[in-house]
């Protein structure tokens, strides 16, 4: 049997943990008050770095985040995106975050989906 055949497998370069772990260190705030706190432009900082960096599908990171939904998650993202194309603090910010985050020994992991 050909197990690729069967096996899709996903790069990902950087692990949701780091980007949690540099997030809440930026932000000086728990994961807790980043996804369920008042907020929500930090929430969706999360699910910007995590959409760009990882392979998680909307429904993991909804998970992450707070249990939102594939589609909250897919909004939040957009949003978020659109934001950042007109706001130059913000993308500072993205940019800060980002540099802790690959200023990290870079890890490989390939994870296997049905």
């Known amino acids: 049997m050909e197990l690729s055949r069967y096996l899709h497998l996903n790069p990902v370069s950087i692990f949701p943990e780091d980007i949690k772990e540099c997030l809440t260190n930026s932000l000086e705030e728990s994961w807790e008050e980043i996804v369920k706190g008042k907020n929500k432009g930090h929430r969706n900082l999360a699910i910007y ?3 760009q960096h990882t392979g998680l599908t909307n429904k993991q990171m909804g998970s992450i985040c707070g249990e939102m939904s594939y589609s909250a998650v897919s909004k939040a993202y957009h949003r978020f995106k659109e934001n950042l194309q007109a706001d130059t603090i913000l ?6 975050v980002m540099s802790n985050v690959k200023g990290r020994p870079q890890s490989f992991l390939f994870w296997v989906t049905a």
């Open 91 to 96: 993308k500072s910010k993205v940019e800060e």
């Open 49 to 51: 770095l995590f959409k």
